[in-house]
């Protein structure tokens, strides 16, 4: 039985699409049907991944990896140098299909979004998701998975359970139930080192941490403690932002495993920074302040500036101010690293910034 879309509580959709990058690459070549494609940098250049198709993924070949990990793993793989202005030029035509469901689409990157569902009169939530996945495939000819739940959180878990080309629903009653049978590795938040602990003191699954004591857990992990508890009850009250009045834009990658090699971090770096400022020029936006985010494998996170001399949005200038942040915080601390992650503050519309040049 199809599940409606309830108007008494949140109804939110999580749209990521399949391999984008590299499916962006055989939508434009269908002679790349099949083959193991990766897009990134090439290995004699100490390139990292940056996507990698189904086909690739066979061989245990994933994003973040060194791209000459990735070539010894496939010797025929294909690589393909990164095209950012085409990925935007996707992304954006993706937007504006899910902007056709509703004014609160949030992107969390150029191949995933958020959609809030809430209240509209739309039909029942499985036909909703469907429309929204052949909207996307009719405009791009490409697909994507598509998860809906009752919270940001479950939506974005649910996105992950039939991929690629899945669709997943989660109804509110359901939620708990769904969100406790994951292991605590899948919970937000919850990296290698964190999940050993969680592991150590009994925690198996998001179950165990739902039947926790929260004041047990804040005791052992601090204030994620009590988010991990909330989130084990399928609970996320945070809401869907457009971007449309942005006041940073970051990207982030979250490692698989976790990184000490400041070569490869420095890599996924300069990927994130050609992101933020293809966000940048997307919001015909500029920022003054680039900000550099490390969470280490204990969890601990540390975040650093550097102002410009000017706002900016080129990807060079970026990744410049962000590669001294990352080596000066490598040379003073050698733990291995979780996630990574760069943003521009200070933002300022391309219409102020031609005001200042001329006022």
Known sequence: MERPISPRGRTIAHVDM???????????????????????????????VAAASYAAREF??????????????????????????????????????LKTFSPLVEPLALDEAFVDLTGLDLGPAETVAAQMKAGVERETGLTASVGVGPNKFVAKLATLVRKPDGLTVIAPEEAADFVQALPVEKMWGVGEKT????????????????????????????????R???????????????????????????FAKNQRNLTLLDGVLKGLCDEVAEQLRRGRLVGRTVNLKIRYGDFT???????????????????????????AEYAADRRTVRLLGVGVTGLLRRTQLNLDLFG
């Open 301 to 327: 996170t540390v975040t650093r500036q550097e102002t410009l001399g000017h706002p900016s949005d080129v990807p060079g200038e970026i990744h410049e101010a962000a590669g001294r942040l990352l080596e």
């Open 228 to 254: 991990l508890h909330e989130l084990a009850w399928a609970r996320d009250d945070r809401p869907v932002v457009p971007d449309t009045e942005a006041k940073s834009v970051s990207r982030e990658l979250t």
């Open 195 to 226: 999940a050993a602990k969680l592991r150590r003191l009994g925690y198996e699954s998001a179950a165990d941490l739902a039947k926790a004591d929260p004041s047990t857990l804040k005791r052992a992990f601090g204030l994620l403690g009590l």
């Open 60 to 97: 245990g070949i994933h994003s973040a990896m060194p791209m000459a990990r990735a070539v010894s793993l496939c010797p025929h793989l294909v690589r393909i140098s990164p095209r950012m202005s085409r990925y935007r030029e996707v992304s954006e035509a993706i937007l504006g299909v």
């Open 18 to 48: 399949d391999a984008f990058y590299a499916s962006v690459e055989i939508h434009d070549d269908p002679s790349l049907t099949g083959l193991p494609v990766v897009v990134g940098g090439p290995p004699e250049k100490r390139g990292v």
